[in-house]
């Protein structure tokens, strides 16, 4: 699975109301492959991040060095969402989660349109 940590992150989709911004869903196909990284579910390395207040990321790639493992990296984009401008004060909490469920609707179509060219059927987006 390919998965975003976006569901509760809306600031993208109220700063396009408030700027008229025309928002293009883009997702980069590949990029989860190019190192492998250290899952500490002790979150030792979290406490530590939070202490010296930098996230603290143990990667590695070809030869265990920080140098990407060759694999392709695709960017995908999606259909342009056109965004009227909204003056600040008149944004509602539900125009603000309309457009962010649009977002991410728009992404995942791109997400499942272009999969399939590329070989990777079997990965699923989900969002956290």
Excluded at 72 to 93: A, F, H, W, Y
Excluded at 101 to 110: A, G, N, P, S, Y
């Amino acid at each position: 699975d390919e998965v975003l940590y976006v569901q509760q992150r809306k600031g993208l989709a109220k700063l396009a109301l408030r700027n008229g911004i025309t928002l293009i869903p883009a997702y980069s196909m590949g990029n989860a492959q190019l190192f492998t990284s250290l899952f500490d579910s002790f979150g030792i390395l979290e406490a530590i991040s939070r202490k010296v207040q930098f996230a603290i990321l143990i990667f590695w790639g070809r030869l265990g060095l920080p140098m990407p493992y060759r694999t392709n990296v695709s960017m995908l984009l999606g259909r342009p969402i056109k965004v009227e401008q909204v003056p600040e004060d008149k944004i509602t909490q539900e125009m603000v989660d309309a457009l962010h469920k649009r977002m991410l609707d728009e992404l995942k179509e791109t997400f499942d349109t272009h999969k399939t060219h590329l070989g990777l059927d079997h990965k699923v987006l989900r969002y956290d």
